[in-house]
């Protein structure tokens, strides 16, 4: 079952997954092989098939599974594909390509504009004008030149339904890169944001995020 498997991966990975992808082996509910791309949710050899999982549910469904799972399941959410495999004895096993959460096959069209509320006000603003969307205080705020707004979504949603141009670098932020200014480390070798609109503080790159970062900017 082993060599069969590792033989498939193998073409895959030549073939056509992205150096992003992380690529999981699972076999008789516990994980027999990892291989971490750029976009590591570190799983371990012998770890336990967690619930909730593409490896789960193509088990249960015995067959391809492809959808996001949010950060609720390894810590980190991600876009996986789930693929059955079938070893020489006949025993079942899943092989899933671990992508970054944008790496969605079934992207919608992205949003143009966010609804923002400023009191009692609810304004349309164009996603140009962001320049950055922070999550506090189980609430979401978005930033302009102008002001800042809440919205109702979360930054889960926005990551994913936002344009290519953001990119979230922490938690709790994610960056129009139109209005990046600066990328540079701090006295405490912290990664940091600089925006080119001088009211706004410098935002932290949290070590989790770095790698999509530095991948997607390339430095």
Not at 84 to 107: H, M, Q
Request: charged letters at 20%.
């Amino acid at each position: 079952m082993e060599n069969l498997v590792v033989c498939q991966i193998t073409k895959l990975i030549e073939d056509w997954i992205p150096k992003e992808a992380s690529v999981a082996i699972a076999v008789d509910n516990k994980y027999l092989d990892y291989y971490a791309g750029l976009h590591d949710i570190e799983i371990r050899p012998g770890q336990p098939i967690p619930t909730g999982s593409i490896s789960e549910r193509v088990f249960h469904r015995q067959g391809r599974v492809e959808t996001f799972i949010d950060d609720s399941v390894f810590g980190i959410s991600y876009y996986g594909i789930g693929y059955p495999v079938i070893g020489r004895e006949g025993n079942a096993g899943v092989l899933t390509v671990i992508l970054p959460p944008r790496y969605s096959l079934k992207k919608q069209t992205p949003l143009s504009f966010l609804i923002g509320k400023q009191g009692e006000f609810w304004t349309p603003i164009p996603v140009d004008q962001i320049t950055h969307i922070e999550g506090n205080q189980k609430k979401t705020w978005f930033y302009t030149t102008a002001g800042q707004y809440t919205t109702n979504y979360t930054l889960k949603y926005l990551e994913e339904k936002l344009p290519d141009s953001f990119l979230r670098i922490h938690r709790s932020y994610i960056v129009n890169l139109s209005f990046i200014n600066q990328i540079y480390r701090d006295i405490h070798s912290n990664l940091k944001v600089k925006l080119k609109s001088p009211e706004f503080s410098a935002l932290t790159i949290s070590q989790t995020y770095i790698p999509r970062v530095r991948q997607t900017l390339g430095f």
